[in-house]
């Protein structure tokens, strides 16, 4: 493995392999573009080395170009690569949902704390004592992660940790997404085709009914896991949150902190995060426009996590001076504060079915007075985009070059793989922005922009009453 300031040269390597695998193997496979599915390649080893080359040079070369936390996010959800830049080679291969299950076993032993302390190596028996794991087993573990570059093998059964597997650390909140996904999530995936052949839950769009529930037998939603006041409740609670700005951090969510004219409002703006979790983009709001009034609304476990660890941790500016208040609320059953100017709703409606998202914007709309306005943030321009190709005039969003399927296939093959975590756990979905519109209507407010903020997107609605009232004064 290169040192960190070599890593060009690296690339350049690789670049060039690839190169000559690719002049090797255009000297076998001459099929004419139709017969490429049925392709009876010869069966020669120079050309079984070219491919294999390919595919392992493209899976390293995406490894080092693409962030860590980008790769690490979409390795957890078992995707090979993670978004346009790169390919996916390793999706051609069966038995990938081992990846996730071999990080579950070395997050959950903290085997990077372990392999931290001794940039040498630690060896496999050293692991085992340590974590109580069979050694054997976990050595293979470890390889298996290591062919897929999180860890690297120095010697025979010593490991250390590499440009991924540092970030896997336990203080770093991927290792509370990466445990999240790697574990709950991926148990409950297990059940879903479980849930969609059951007659009674196909059509169901209940949260009682989601292959999470079914799978934990547990008649309750996700979110009262770690709504009771026991330690284990709690500490869900808090990975769940730390979980949360961790995706938030590999989508870029804090793009939103500056491509909204947040500068623009004049001093004393009321700003109401409606199902803010620990408030981390209001964190990022209090730190950059101190003239903003901001409310943290959640449930009750969420908003005294945030009073008594994040905001004294990350803002404790803001508590002194007075410019955020921490509010519990169920947003079925109660509204935000009254005539606030903004209320902002990030990743809220994805968890919930449109009947649910109706109710909370419904009660949302309620608080809204004629000057207010609701940003939801979690649209992605890339969601659900069919691969079919339309004439290009007639494409409202670029489309791949060809060859490439027009919606990128997996190079954003995220999008998807969230739309299907939504089905698993909520019983829920990703929506695109026509989706966002009816749903707003249907709660009486009006579209009024689309603002683009990074990966994600920021829908901005006003009271349909007011339009309304515009329109004919
Ligand atoms: C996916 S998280 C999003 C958190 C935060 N907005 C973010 O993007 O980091 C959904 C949030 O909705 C909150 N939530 C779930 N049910 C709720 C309810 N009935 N009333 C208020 N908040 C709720 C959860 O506690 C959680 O913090």
Redesign the pocket.
């Known amino acids: 493995m290169a040192s960190d300031n070599s890593v060009t040269s690296e690339l350049r390597l690789l670049l060039s392999l690839i190169g000559e695998a690719v002049n090797i193997a255009e000297r076998y496979i001459s099929l004419p573009r139709e017969d490429k599915r049925a392709v009876e390649q010869p069966n020669d080893p120079e050309l079984r080395t070219s491919i294999c080359t390919i595919e392992a040079a493209c899976a390293q070369l995406c490894s080092l170009v693409a962030r860590p936390d980008d790769i690490l996010a979409n390795k957890f959800f078992a995707v090979s690569h993670p978004n346009a830049r790169t390919i996916p080679p390793a999706s051609l291969h069966a038995f990938q949902f081992y990846e996730p299950a071999c990080l579950q076993v070395a997050l959950s032993n903290k085997v990077p704390d372990i392999l931290q302390e001794s940039p040498s190596g630690v060896s496999i028996s050293e692991l085992g004592r340590r974590t109580g794991v069979d050694e054997g087993k976990l050595g293979r573990i470890l390889r298996l992660l290591a062919a897929k570059h999180v860890f690297q093998e120095v010697g025979p059964g010593t490991f250390v940790n590499n440009h991924l597997s540092r970030h896997l650390v336990s203080d770093n909140r991927l290792f509370n997404l990466g445990l999240g996904i790697t574990g709950e999530c991926f148990k409950a995936a297990s059940s879903l085709s479980d849930t969609l052949n059951d007659p009674a839950m196909t059509a169901s769009t209940s949260p009682l009914d989601s292959a999470f529930s079914k799978h934990f037998d547990c008649n309750s939603q996700f979110?009262d896991c770690?709504a009771g006041s026991s330690t284990e409740h709690e500490s869900r609670?808090s990975d769940?949150?730390d979980g949360?700005?961790a995706?938030?951090s590999v989508v870029e969510?804090n793009a939103v902190v500056f491509d909204f004219p947040w500068n623009k409002l004049p001093a004393g703006t009321i700003v109401c995060?409606?199902?803010?979790?620990?408030g981390?983009?209001s964190v990022q709001l209090a730190k950059c426009y101190p003239t903003l009034h901001l409310i943290l609304?959640?449930?009750p476990?969420?908003v005294e996590d945030a009073e008594k660890r994040f905001w004294p941790k990350h803002c404790p500016e803001a508590i002194t001076e007075h410019r955020i208040e921490f509010i519990p609320?169920?947003?079925?059953?109660e509204c935000p504060r009254k005539h606030s100017d903004i209320y902002f709703?990030?990743?809220?409606l994805?968890?919930w079915s449109d009947g649910d998202c109706i109710k909370i914007l419904k009660n949302v709309e309620k608080a809204m007075g004629p000057s207010s306005r609701l940003l939801v943030?979690e649209i992605d321009e890339f969601v659900i985009r069919p691969g079919y190709r339309v004439l290009e005039e007639e494409a409202k969003i670029a489309q791949a070059p060809v060859p490439l399927l027009s919606n990128f296939g997996e190079g954003r093959i995220r999008q998807h793989t969230m739309d299907i975590n939504m089905m698993v756990i909520f019983n829920s979905r990703e929506r695109t922005i026509e989706d966002f519109i009816y749903l707003g209507k249907a709660a009486g407010l009006e579209f009024v922009k689309l603002w683009e903020t990074g990966e994600m997107g920021l829908v901005e609605f006003v009271q349909l009453r007011q339009c309304e009232g515009a329109a004919s004064s």
Not at 329 to 333: A, E, P, T, V
Not at 345 to 348: A, F, G
């Open positions: 979110f770690y609670a769940f949150n949360m700005i995706w938030s969510a995060d409606v199902g803010g979790g620990v981390d983009i609304y959640d449930l476990k969420q609320l169920d947003f079925f059953k709703m990030k990743n809220i994805h968890d943030h």
